[in-house]
């Protein structure tokens, strides 16, 4: 069974079989908790709400009718719930994190390359608190769509889905997103040398 497509754990789930919602749960589980916990901070929070997801997931499975891809559909639910979580809260997302590939890191200004120089990692500190807040000052739905290109790997397609919204308006939103960080990092690229 942990061979199975989703779409025929779906369907045993649907006529009754707990162990096959288990596999869901057991495949999907870690991808979950990564993405609530780019809205949100606290580690014990997170497990609440990936579970509020993974529980509205199970009551709402007899309703699914296999439009999308079943862990699209999840990712929804559990987006949902982390707004949910955070509208009842009346907390701001926290950050993303982000990890500069090595093609990127070849592209830094020099002052950023050297690991161990003193003036290098105060550089990286400043660029990483400045991409920190760029990404924290994004609105919810620009974020959430970065997120899930970024550091989900969704096609396009996949997060029009998952954020109830047109391929375009998802194409505009990472763009925008990526606009907005790009203009409060360049200041930061376009220094050389010692200040």
Not at 141 to 155: H, I, K, P, V
């Amino acid at each position: 069974m942990a061979q199975s497509t989703d779409q025929e754990l779906v369907r045993r789930v649907k006529k009754g079989d707990q162990a096959a919602f288990d596999l869901l749960f057991t495949r999907y589980q870690h991808r979950i908790h990564q993405l609530i916990s780019r809205f949100i901070r606290d580690p014990e929070e997170v497990l609440d709400v990936a579970q509020e997801a993974f529980i509205k997931a199970w009551r709402a499975l007899p309703q699914f009718r296999g439009d999308s891809q079943f862990y699209t559909w999840l990712y929804r639910i559990a987006v949902n719930c982390a707004k949910n979580h955070l509208a009842g809260r009346d907390r701001r997302p926290s950050t993303i994190d982000f990890d500069l590939d090595d093609e990127e890191a070849g592209s830094l200004p020099d002052r950023l390359r050297d690991p161990d120089d003193p003036e290098s990692l105060n550089a990286r500190d400043e660029l990483e608190t400045a991409i920190f807040a760029a990404v924290a000052e994004l609105p919810e739905d620009l974020r959430s769509a970065l997120s899930l290109c970024e550091f989900d790997g969704m096609s396009y397609e996949e997060i029009a889905a998952v954020m109830d919204c047109p391929v375009g308006t998802v194409r505009s939103r990472i763009f925008r997103a990526r606009e907005a960080i790009d203009e409060r990092i360049r200041p930061l690229l376009g220094r050389r040398g010692t200040r």
